[in-house]
């Protein structure tokens, strides 16, 4: 298993710092925010942006994506939103990153309107995402929170150049068990976005392993060779303890998860997996 963090946990700080905190920490990775709060985002000059991959590559720590904010299920007219979606695949090449995380972002719309926002737009892009290198993947958030509704989308795209990003929070709030997330999302899977909390009612973030998320049955799933972010949301949560003095601790959690699991034997990244056991529904 290969672990890294979400800048998201870290607002505003310079790459150098966040690929020190990676490489001290022994996290393969980083999620970089690419919003325009932070260093990197697809407005930053090109040399800005050899810098920062040099940076990265001294600290031996790679950029697993590129976490950018176009909602592709929302209303509106499609050219700004594919314009968007290349402007983001462009900055991920340049940070040599595989991955762009985007919203689905269809929230109020019915059902069948988001899909096909997004499935038109996620066609239109796939393709130049491939070409560059990099796939897009279609977090399980907002509109469509779950893995069955995620994979409803992205079996119909039916393109290389776009995947599933799963967020274990949203599926969890949705109701959704880890073996079913895991069954719809694998043929799709980009890498896993991991978290804890309290409860359903309150989402400040925690420490892994702190909180109730069933982080061991969502790791019990993943292939060996995968990807766990973790995604610790102190932007939006600026009272959350800071991230750097839990680094350690959290690696340790995952480890342990990793080394426990119980995957049945044989299973591989792409190929669907068995349901879990049944864990309690968020209240």
């Known amino acids: ?10 607002p505003g700080t310079p790459v150098a710092r966040s690929a020190a905190l990676a490489a001290e920490h ?35 720590v790679t950029v697993l994506g590129v976490a950018g904010y176009v909602e592709v299920a929302a209303s509106g007219d499609d050219g700004p939103v594919l314009a968007a979606l290349r402007s983001l695949v462009r900055l991920a090449a340049d940070l040599e990153a595989p ?4 919203f689905p972002g269809g929230g109020g719309l019915p ?4 899909d096909a926002h997004a499935v038109r737009r996620l066609r239109a892009a796939a393709p130049y995402a491939e070409r560059h290198g990099v796939r897009l993947l279609l977090e399980t958030h907002d509109s469509h929170p779950t893995g069955a509704a995620a ?4 079996d119909r795209v039916g393109q290389a150049g776009a995947g599933a990003l799963w ?3 949203h599926t969890w709030l949705a109701g959704e068990q880890p073996g079913e997330s895991w069954r719809d999302l694998a043929p799709h899977l980009g890498y896993v976005q991991v978290k804890d909390v309290a409860s359903a009612q309150d989402l400040t973030p925690l420490t892994l392993g702190a909180g109730v ?5 969502v790791t019990a799933h993943v292939p060996s060779g995968g990807w766990l972010c973790w995604e610790y949301e102190k932007r939006w949560y600026p009272g959350a303890e800071e991230l750097p003095g839990q680094l350690t ?5 995952l480890v342990r998860l990793s080394r426990d699991r119980s995957a049945p034997a044989g299973r591989s990244a792409g190929s669907p997996g068995e349901p879990g056991g049944a864990l309690p529904r968020p209240p």
């Open 1 to 10: 298993m290969k672990y890294a963090f979400s800048t998201l946990g870290l």
């Open 26 to 60: 022994g996290y393969e990775g980083l999620e970089l925010r690419a919003h325009t709060e932070e260093p990197l985002h697809p407005d930053t000059p090109g040399g800005e942006r050899v810098a920062a991959r040099r940076t990265l590559a001294a600290a031996g």
């Open 99 to 102: 991955y762009v995380r985007v």
């Open 111 to 114: 059902e069948a309107d988001a």
């Open 151 to 154: 994979a409803r989308v992205l």
């Open 167 to 169: 967020d274990v929070l």
């Open 213 to 217: 998320l069933p982080l061991d049955e």
């Open 249 to 253: 601790r959290g690696r340790e959690h």
